[in-house]
Every structure is written in structure tokens, then in C-alpha cells.
């Protein structure tokens, strides 16, 4: 079990330009969710997957945002024309299944400027 | 829409003292997961509660859910400074979370 890994860590961007996140989830897990966390506010869910089909996408997101998780392993998760208010941290996390808990990984900071 | 709303939003309490932080959800569901999170790191899972009923206990922590009332509690006995952290419920599939109680224990 080498945990949930997400790179990049830390992501500086212009507002306008497109950024990309990777998730690596635990090996044996087959769900993966995204998180939005601002600070001293609570994970605002983004999507979730069981294998690589994506459940379910926030209402609240724009069409701006999409995540994939191609063959049931990685994830990305991109957001074009970033904006200043998609300033936040990033978490993934996943889980072996329904009443599992969910296993986050450390989260990519992202600052638009 | 789920809503899942606790209370209070921050807890500052003595050492040696017991207190019960709330969680209410909105629309039915089996799976209330407890979460808790340090400045500046991710989110460790603390318990996981999927039926009517469940009540699980760790150390001084101990979680209980009432379905029909749509109610967590998470009960802190003789709390000590190392419980200091924020204490997050999540309910459903999507596992949708609550702003969050930040506990301050103080020495």
C-alpha cells in the first residue's frame, strides 16, 4: 500500500491557461472522487469513479472542468481557461469500493494569478 | 440537493472535558463516514457507520448514527490537546462532506 499519490504538488498558473492533475490512486481501489478544498471550508465534491466510468459530476462545475480515468487506474483531472477562483487545493482520494472509507492522497495546490 | 450541516463550526474546550459534535444530513442514507484533518494535511479516515444504529469507538472518540433522525454524533470523552484537529462527517455514494468542526483543546 503505497497511498494515493498526486502530482503535481504545487501548480503556479496564469489565469487563461489550461492546467492538468494527476491521480494515482491505491492499486486494488476501483472508485477515485476529486475534491476542491478552499481554506477553512470543507472537500466540495467534483466526480467519481467506479472503474472508469465517471458516476457522477458536480452540478456546480463548469464545463471547464473534466476528469477522466481511462483504464480504471490513473486519473487526470484538467481545467481549462483557469480563473482566479479555481484558486484551491486539489484532492483525490479512493476507496476499494461502496462503505469503504476513502484513502486521500496529499493534494496539488493551485494558485491562478 | 444532500446537505450535510454540523455543529458547531469550532469547538474550543479544556483538557479533562466530554463534548458531542452533530452532524445532520438531509435526504436518506446508510453511510455516514467521520474524517479528521490536521492543518496542512489531507484527511485521515476515524470511522466508517453503515446502518441504523452503528456505533463505533476509537481511543476517546466514539461515533454513533441514527438513520431515521438522519443524525451523527461524534462524542469526545476526557479530551486531550492531541485531539486538536478539524472533524469532518460525509454521507452518501459521492460521499459529500460538511464544513467541518475545528476542535481546539486547550491545555
Known amino acids: 500500500d503505497t497511498g494515493v499519490s498526486q502530482d503535481p504538488r504545487h501548480k503556479i498558473t496564469k489565469r487563461g491557461q489550461n492546467v492538468t492533475f494527476r491521480c494515482d490512486p491505491i492499486?486494488?481501489?476501483?472508485?477515485l472522487y476529486w475534491y476542491r478544498q478552499t481554506l477553512g471550508q470543507g472537500p466540495e465534491f467534483l466526480t467519481y469513479f467506479q472503474n472508469e466510468a465517471q458516476l457522477e459530476k458536480s452540478r456546480l462545475l463548469s464545463d471547464r472542468f473534466s476528469a477522466e480515468r481511462p483504464k480504471g487506474s490513473f486519473s487526470t483531472l484538467e481545467i481549462q481557461r483557469t480563473e482566479q477562483g479555481d484558486s484551491a487545493m486539489y484532492l483525490c482520494a479512493s476507496s476499494l469500493g461502496v462503505s469503504s472509507p476513502l484513502h486521500f492522497g496529499n493534494g496539488t495546490r493551485l494558485t491562478v494569478t | 440537493e444532500l446537505k450535510v450541516e454540523q455543529n458547531p463550526l469550532f469547538l474550543s474546550m479544556q483538557e479533562g472535558k466530554n463534548y458531542t459534535i452533530y452532524c445532520n444530513y438531509s435526504?436518506?442514507?446508510?453511510?455516514l463516514y467521520w474524517y479528521r484533518q490536521d492543518p496542512g494535511k489531507s484527511l485521515e479516515s476515524l470511522f466508517v457507520?453503515?446502518?441504523?444504529?452503528a456505533v463505533k469507538q476509537e481511543g476517546r472518540l466514539m461515533a454513533s448514527l441514527d438513520t431515521k433522525a438522519r443524525l451523527s454524533t461524534l462524542h469526545i470523552t476526557a479530551a486531550v490537546h492531541d485531539l486538536s484537529a478539524t472533524y469532518f462527517c460525509a454521507v452518501d455514494d459521492k460521499i459529500i462532506f460538511g464544513k467541518g468542526t475545528r476542535l481546539h483543546i486547550l491545555p
Open positions: 492499486s486494488e481501489h476501483n472508485r
Open positions: 457507520l453503515l446502518s441504523n444504529g
Open positions: 435526504t436518506t442514507s446508510d453511510r
